[in-house]
């Protein structure tokens, strides 16, 4: 993928070279690297309908970020205090909260922080933890640089990046937004350096997606759709089952006769002779003869059903169950057929063949739906700040703490200037005592964090997990120090415009 170097005013630079030789403020002007995500509404379309088919079936099957080691969780070493390269600055937050009177020290969580979803080259489908920020537009997503950028490959940003605020086991409140553009630091784009493991991303507004009303047709067209589809047999009278036969001039998969058991088995020539099908399981099918009986047709027949993920999980039956390469949940019917007297105790059922076509409508605008956090600049260390995140990873002892399903917090005061990582550059970061483990990375640092109006200053976020005491738990978390660089590329992120996916 391209990359394009911005300055600050938008105009676009020939190579990152020419800040080389410079300083002061004019030296930020190469610092923002910009990525394409999605590039079109119909691309964002198709990358929601990704994770949301299926009852969200994607979101449900992804992973927590894994791209720290054991040997990447080392302690964290001082290196005194910052000389901050600008004065320090804020951006005021944006949000819908409401001053509560309420005196409780519970922490309210923010509705701006949820999961941000990817697919990394190696096609895991991962999650990170992120917020949603202040911005011109209202579009502004904050995360760790690896969340966003794919360091495996050195080559491009993750595949079918989406944010979902609020984001519980397959469900999506507020929508699904879309990664239109990344806004990374050049350092962390080209070279990877963790000391600037931050990004911006601009997100379409929201798409809530969802089934239509099921599209009756007949089977013929319902064995060539490929979407989502259904079949539900409901039982008739045999004076209904006849007329079904005599209007489809025999045969036909939309009526059939069904026995519980078998009596009375008689030839398919036996006066009244009534042919029925007994369900068995997939390995007595396979048993079963095939080919002419009696001089009938073949013995067998199979029924696939396409099924919600609740029922496929409910089902107990002698059916077999699969997930297929679309992620529809599927079981498959094994019928052996017979033919019994007009006597033996039968039912009588009519197939209904549905097409599920699925919609699509606009849910608006990130920050006007969940908010949006401040940011803040070269604010001093040793000033407290509150973190959320998702974690899920196990320490490295193998202890696992953390399911990933809720947020989690740590609060406290950030510490100086410090060293981590030799592998990932590591040499300007902030920590804070915090037993979060992976899957809260990109998670955001609060700064002035109002428990009443759930609204700060995002002022890091969670990029590495450490052992200081060197007992195999994570004790401590850092993230880059925000300066005035990081002010550049958030402010080239937040005067970008995305757009409508529908």
């Known amino acids: 993928m391209k990359r394009i170097l911005i300055p600050a005013g938008g105009a676009v630079l020939a190579t990152g070279l020419l800040a080389a030789g410079l300083a002061g403020t004019a030296q930020a002007d190469s610092d923002v690297a910009k990525d394409n995500m999605a590039t079109s509404a119909a691309n964002a379309k198709a990358i929601a309908s990704f994770w949301a088919d299926n009852n969200g079936a994607a979101l449900k099957a992804a992973k927590q970020s894994d791209v720290w080691t054991k040997s990447d969780v080392a302690k964290l070493q001082s290196k005194g205090g910052y000389s901050s390269d600008t004065k320090p600055g804020s951006t005021a937050p944006i949000g819908q909260e409401k001053k509560s009177s309420s005196k409780t020290q519970n922490v309210n969580f923010p509705k701006t922080i949820g999961k941000v979803f990817f697919v990394n080259s190696k096609g895991e489908k991962k999650w990170c933890s992120a917020t949603s920020i202040?911005?011109?537009?209202?579009?502004?997503?904050?995360?760790?640089?690896?969340?966003?950028?794919?360091?495996?490959?050195?080559?491009?940003?993750?595949?079918?990046?989406?944010?979902?605020?609020?984001?519980?086991?397959?469900?999506?409140?507020?929508?699904?937004?879309?990664?239109?553009?990344?806004?990374?630091?050049?350092?962390?784009?080209?070279?990877?350096?963790y000391d600037r493991d931050y990004a911006f991303v601009t997100v379409y507004n929201g798409v809530k997606l969802g089934e239509g009303q099921g599209k009756k047709v007949t089977k013929d067209e319902w064995d060539?759709?490929?979407?989502?589809?259904?079949?539900?047999?409901?039982?008739?009278?045999?004076?209904?089952?006849?007329?079904?036969?005599?209007?489809?001039?025999?045969?036909?998969?939309?009526?059939?006769?069904?026995?519980?058991?078998?009596?009375?088995?008689?030839?398919?020539?036996?006066?009244?002779?009534?042919?029925?099908?007994?369900?068995?399981?997939?390995?007595?099918?396979?048993?079963?003869?095939t080919g002419k009986k009696n001089g009938s047709k073949a013995v067998k027949a199979t029924v696939t059903e396409f099924v919600t993920e609740s029922e496929y999980k409910a089902y107990k039956g002698p059916g077999y169950q699969k997930i297929d390469s679309r992620g529809n949940f599927t079981i498959t019917h094994y019928f052996l057929k017979y033919w019994v007297k007009k006597s033996t105790s039968v039912k009588y059922y009519r197939t209904n063949f549905y097409i599920i076509e699925d919609f699509a409508k606009d849910a608006g605008r990130l920050g006007d739906n969940v908010g949006g956090q401040g940011f803040a600049w070269n604010q001093p260390t040793g000033k407290a700040v509150r973190?959320?995140?998702?974690?899920?990873?196990?320490?490295?002892?193998?202890?696992?703490?953390?399911?990933?399903?809720?947020?989690?917090?740590?609060?406290?005061?950030?510490?100086?200037?410090?060293?981590?990582?030799?592998?990932?550059?590591?040499?300007?970061?902030?920590?804070?005592?915090?037993?979060?483990?992976?899957?809260?990375?990109?998670?955001?640092?609060?700064?002035?964090?109002?428990?009443?109006?759930?609204?700060?200053?995002?002022?890091?976020?969670?990029?590495?997990?450490?052992?200081?005491?060197?007992?195999?738990?994570?004790?401590?978390?850092?993230?880059?120090?925000?300066?005035?660089?990081?002010?550049?590329?958030?402010?080239?992120?937040a005067a970008s415009w995305s757009g409508k996916v529908v």
């Open 224 to 289: 060539k759709f490929q979407g989502v589809k259904t079949a539900k047999d409901e039982e008739i009278s045999a004076s209904e089952y006849q007329k079904c036969k005599d209007y489809h001039g025999g045969e036909t998969p939309d009526c059939w006769a069904k026995a519980s058991t078998v009596g009375d088995p008689v030839g398919p020539d036996y006066p009244g002779a009534v042919k029925v099908l007994k369900e068995v399981s997939k390995d007595q099918y396979t048993a079963a003869p």
């Open 387 to 493: 973190v959320f995140g998702y974690p899920a990873a196990p320490h490295p002892d193998g202890n696992k703490a953390y399911t990933g399903i809720t947020p989690k917090w740590c609060y406290g005061n950030t510490t100086k200037k410090l060293v981590g990582s030799k592998a990932k550059k590591i040499e300007e970061h902030v920590a804070l005592k915090c037993a979060m483990t992976e899957g809260a990375d990109g998670g955001p640092w609060l700064y002035k964090y109002s428990n009443a109006k759930r609204l700060g200053y995002v002022n890091g976020v969670i990029s590495t997990f450490n052992d200081q005491d060197g007992n195999g738990r994570v004790d401590y978390i850092s993230s880059p120090y925000f300066d005035g660089e990081t002010n550049t590329v958030y402010k080239a992120a």
């Open 134 to 193: 202040q911005s011109k537009y209202r579009n502004l997503v904050a995360t760790a640089g690896h969340c966003v950028y794919d360091t495996a490959t050195n080559s491009a940003t993750m595949d079918k990046w989406v944010f979902v605020p609020g984001y519980y086991q397959g469900k999506s409140p507020w929508g699904i937004y879309v990664g239109k553009t990344a806004f990374t630091h050049y350092d962390f784009d080209v070279y990877e350096d």
